[in-house]
């Protein structure tokens, strides 16, 4: 299905206001940009910009967490025959902090969200968010009891790894190092 002239406008719109804060935030540091400065950039009204972004200023940065969401449960659903710590792995190893030979733009994000506080406290919250749904489809994946405090925990731990080991000086390297534990503990997953 094509998408039709209003949803192409309203996709233009966040894309422009989500670039102009992208570029005000590499160029000055995320808490030296108001909301009206990136709005005036993109050319919108500051109400326009909570239209398309609620959150506010990080979301313009990391989005709303249903990008993530969709990912995080498609990782595991979609892992063929990899082991559901293997998908999960392999998947973090794509994101910001993790990604083995990132773009320029994409470290300096990375960096820019490790060491502002405010960003960094946003971005744990869009991972942590999604526990009930990981710890759904490693059930629903594994035919065990979505109530299962096993999976909730697995669920917890792993999303608690981009704010722990994403900060770290090596973090690929902190990234196999938390999953080689969590392996010790779930050795069926």
């Known amino acids: 299905m094509t998408e039709g002239r209003r949803e192409r406008k309203k996709a233009a719109t966040r894309r422009a206001l989500s670039d102009a804060a992208r570029r005000l935030f590499l160029e000055r540091g995320f808490d030296k940009v108001t909301v009206a400065e990136i709005a005036e950039t993109a050319d919108t009204a500051v109400s326009t910009l909570f239209v398309h972004f609620p959150a506010g200023k990080e979301a313009l940065i990391l989005g ?18 990899k082991s559901v710590l293997d998908a999960l792995r392999d998947f973090l190893a794509t994101r910001g902090p993790f990604e083995a030979d990132p773009d320029p733009e994409t470290r300096r994000i990375a960096e ?12 744990r919250a869009m991972w942590t968010n999604n526990e009930e749904s990981l710890a759904e489809v490693i059930a629903a994946e594994t035919g065990r009891d979505a109530d299962d405090l096993s999976l909730r925990l697995l669920a917890r731990y792993v999303l608690e790894i981009p704010d722990l080991a994403g900060t770290a000086p090596n973090a690929p390297a902190a990234l196999d190092v938390a999953f080689e534990h969590l392996k010790r503990g779930w050795p069926d997953l």
């Open 112 to 123: 820019l969200v490790a060491t502002t506080p405010a960003l960094r406290a946003y971005a």
């Open 64 to 81: 709303d967490g249903a990008e993530r969401e969709r990912a995080l449960t498609a990782a595991v659903q979609e892992r063929g025959a």
